[in-house]
Nanobody, 122 residues
Framework: QVQLVESGGGLVQAGGSLRLSCAAS????????MGWFRQAPGKEREFVAA????????TSAASVKGRFTISRDNAKNTVYLQMNSLKPEDTAVYYC???????????????WGQGTQVTVSS
């Protein structure tokens, strides 16, 4: 397994931006597809975005398409989530995820970070 540590969460006004980072330990980062999920209070953990091993292919949920961008830097063992035009409904704990393949199913994920809180005020 790979160890994941998220950072970059915080409080932002609606319409603002944040960039989340997820640093991975180990020398096999480039062998993992990476993703971001989020979980709001009382709701299930949901898929946000994912990126393949070499960063060529990305996919995102319809609710964030056009506003959020996932990227990775394999030299730095880091994956990012740039979040623009934030809305109050984006408020959640955001989790970094690693797996051998891209998946939108939280139950299939091999490794999780501890999560970082994102709060968007109206």
């Amino acid at each position: 397994q790979v160890q994941l540590v998220e950072s970059g969460g915080g409080l932002v006004q609606a319409g603002g931006s944040l960039r989340l980072s997820c640093a991975a330990s180990g020398r096999t980062f480039s062998s993992y597809a990476m993703g971001w999920f989020r979980q709001a209070p009382g709701k299930e953990r949901e898929f946000v975005a994912a990126i393949n091993r070499n960063g060529v292919f990305t996919t995102s949920a319809a609710s964030v398409k056009g506003r959020f961008t996932i990227s990775r830097d394999n030299a730095k063992n880091t994956v990012y989530l740039q979040m623009n035009s934030l809305k109050p409904e984006d408020t959640a704990v955001y989790y970094c995820a690693a797996d051998t393949r891209i998946t939108q199913r939280a139950g299939e994920i091999d490794s999780w970070g501890q999560g970082t809180q994102v709060t968007v005020s109206s």
